[in-house]
């Protein structure tokens, strides 16, 4: 890629059976999603509600990757606070909704 190119950032995130996953930008953008057919079983609620908080925390992890490759390509720490980006303290809290409440 040139220099005029943003590479997207992903990151994935997997129910703990590990029957579905999730790989996501660091925008919120899923880009792929793998369900085992056994997960069908629980029913199209419960489904999507796994499908969008697995999204929801590849997103978040996808967002800290991207701020620690800004803080390492030498942006200020100042400029960088002002992307409000997360840490990876945040990732210990899990994903939150736009009014900061934490997200389950």
């Known amino acids: ?11 994935t995130a997997h129910n703990r059976a590990g029957t579905i996953s999730v790989r996501t930008t660091d925008g919120g953008l899923p880009v792929d999603l793998r369900i085992d057919p056994r997960e069908l079983r629980y029913g199209a609620r419960q489904l999507a509600d796994q499908i969008l908080a697995l999204n929801r925390q590849a997103a978040l992890e996808a967002a800290v990757v991207r ?11 100042e400029i960088l606070d002002r992307m409000r980006l997360p840490s990876r303290a945040d990732l ?13």
Not at 92 to 104: I, Q
């Open 1 to 11: 890629m040139d220099s005029t190119t943003t590479e997207p950032i992903t990151a």
């Open 67 to 77: 701020g620690e490759r800004l803080a390492a390509e030498g942006v200020p720490r």
């Open 92 to 104: 210990a809290d899990g994903p939150t909704d736009r009014r900061g409440s934490l997200v389950r």
